[in-house]
């Protein structure tokens, strides 16, 4: 499969917003998750935000919930992620995937290869 690509990523300073977003090649079925998922310096790949492509019902990790939104991106086959009132434990090299449960950050679907990821950088 042809990755993801994931851009907007950067330098920030705490408090500040950045929006990342995720372009795919395949029109998504309405089964379809797409997940933003992180990972810092010498940690497991996490879980951020999920969103259901049919429904559009959202789920936030509760380190970010109320300042992340994850959103679709019809246009380009996506999804957005607005990260909002940003903090340096936000550091991490953001990625998308797609999946069919809540578990894509895990277990994406059969075949998926992960992106190159952006990368987001707080400062305080």
């Known amino acids: 499969q042809v990755p993801p690509v994931e851009s907007g990523g950067g330098l920030a300073q705490a408090g500040d917003s950045l929006r990342l977003s995720c372009a795919t090649s395949?029109?998504?079925?309405?089964?379809?998750?797409f997940g933003w998922c992180r990972q810092g310096p010498g940690k497991e790949r996490e879980f951020v935000a999920i969103i259901r492509w049919g429904t559009g019902r959202t789920y936030y990790a509760d380190s970010v919930k109320g300042r992340f939104t994850i959103a679709k991106d019809s246009a380009n086959n996506g999804v957005y992620l607005q990260m909002n009132s940003l903090k340096p434990e936000d550091t991490s090299v953001y990625y998308c995937?797609?999946?069919?449960?809540?578990?894509?950050?895990?277990?994406?679907?059969?075949?998926?290869?992960w992106g190159q990821g952006a990368q987001v950088s707080v400062s305080s």
């Open positions: 995937a797609i999946g069919t449960d809540l578990g894509v950050c895990r277990q994406p679907l059969r075949g998926f290869a």
């Open positions: 395949g029109r998504p079925y309405s089964s379809h998750v």
